[in-house]
């Protein structure tokens, strides 16, 4: 099992910035592929960015492509969202998910966390 918890949702001002944070304990995080997935109020849930085992390749989702970063530091177990120029479309709850994998994929993640909340105001 792996539990991913994450921190660092609020509110902002469209324009501002946040870092989500996702901590990971269990299992070998370095074994983990790791992303951030976001649902906002009466839509699915939407692939925002991932990052591969060592933290050298990753994808985005490109409507946060030159906005938003995504890292990981494996000795301290956790990946990060750094977000900038925010949105008020950005407004949604973002989850941490892990896969299990060698490949950049985060198809039917194995793991999931809670979510934190993102608010964009105008």
């Known amino acids: 099992q792996v539990q991913l918890v994450e921190s660092g949702g609020g509110l902002v001002q469209a324009g501002g910035s946040l870092r989500l944070s996702c901590a990971a304990s269990?299992?070998?995080?370095?074994?983990?592929?790791m992303a951030w997935f976001r649902q906002a109020p009466g839509k699915e849930r939407e692939f925002v960015a991932m990052i591969g085992r060592s933290g050298t390749n990753f994808a985005m989702r490109n409507s946060v492509k030159g906005r938003f970063t995504i890292s990981r530091d494996n000795a301290k177990n956790s990946v990060y969202l750094q977000m900038n120029s925010l949105k008020p479309e950005d407004t949604a709850v973002y989850y941490c998910?892990?896969?299990?994998?060698?490949?950049?994929?985060?198809?039917?993640?194995?793991?999931w966390g809670q979510g934190t909340q993102v608010t964009v105001s105008s």
């Open positions: 269990g299992r070998t995080f370095s074994d983990y592929v």
């Open positions: 998910a892990a896969k299990f994998t060698a490949a950049l994929t985060i198809n039917n993640p194995d793991y």
